[in-house]
């Protein structure tokens, strides 16, 4: 059984970036997608952005576009998600999961998202 | 691209059922049938509890059901218990370039 294991808080300053890793155990990403949120405070969920591993292709929401790098480690089976110039309204509980990866309307997209890593909190402050 | 619209909470008595809804549009609720549920309790991370509309994981009660209609997706809870006090989300493959839509969650109260 999968699990997905992040690294743990990060106290960073505004305009610095952060990376958060997250290494499955138990097993390999496979032919599964590694997908991303964030959920700030008391918020709903929020989409980044994705990776399929085997094909190295990603995927970012428009909003983080240009701010978000996810890549992965096959040889070590971990995936890593940074955020650059960092904001207060960054601050947030971000999470990695399993993806599975579908194609529709001609394009590649994620399904449903499980297992879930535990999240790790980023905190903005300076 | 606007989330997927759930109500912000619904409530019911042990035993009870209840319907939680996923709105969205022809680009994604209604246009495929990618359409996941999951459970979050305070201060842990999200749980698949329904996929591909109707779909119910390994391990995921049976009181846990879902479906969809035109644009609308629907989680139903059938004989409602304490341990199902939590919020739940909702999401769908869009086609457009976002590629993922969440709700904005529902809040279930166990009275």
């Known amino acids: 059984q999968v699990q997905l294991v992040q690294s743990g808080a990060e106290v960073k300053k505004p305009g610095s970036s952060v990376m958060v890793s997250c290494k499955a155990s138990g097993g390999t990403f496979s032919s599964y997608g590694i997908t991303w949120v964030r959920q700030a405070p008391g918020q709903g969920i929020e989409w980044m952005g994705g990776?399929?591993?085997?094909?190295?292709?990603?995927n970012y929401a428009q909003e983080f576009q240009g701010r978000v790098t996810i890549s992965t480690d096959e040889s070590t089976n971990t995936a890593y998600m940074e955020l650059s110039r960092l904001r207060s309204d960054d601050t947030a509980v971000y999470y990695c999961?399993?993806?599975?990866?579908?194609?529709?309307?001609?394009?590649?997209?994620?399904?449903?998202?499980?297992?879930w890593g535990q999240g790790t909190l980023v905190t903005v402050s300076s | 691209q606007s989330a997927l619209t759930q109500p912000a909470s619904v409530s019911g008595s042990p035993g009870q059922s209840i319907t939680i809804s996923c709105t969205g549009t022809s680009s994604d609720v209604g246009g495929y049938n990618y359409v996941s549920w999951y459970q979050q309790h305070p201060g842990k991370a999200p749980k698949l509890m329904i996929y591909d509309v109707s779909n119910r994981p390994s391990g995921v009660s049976y009181r846990f059901s879902g479906s969809k209609s035109g644009n609308t997706a629907s989680l139903t809870i059938s004989g409602l218990q304490a341990e199902d006090e939590a919020d739940y989300y909702c999401?769908?493959?869009?086609?457009?370039?976002?590629?993922?839509?969440f709700g904005g969650g529902t809040k279930l109260t166990v009275l």
């Open positions: 990776i399929i591993p085997i094909s190295g292709t990603t």
């Open positions: 999401s769908s493959f869009t086609s457009s370039s976002t590629l993922v839509l």
């Open positions: 999961a399993r993806a599975l990866t579908i194609i529709a309307s001609g394009a590649i997209g994620y399904n449903w998202f499980d297992p």
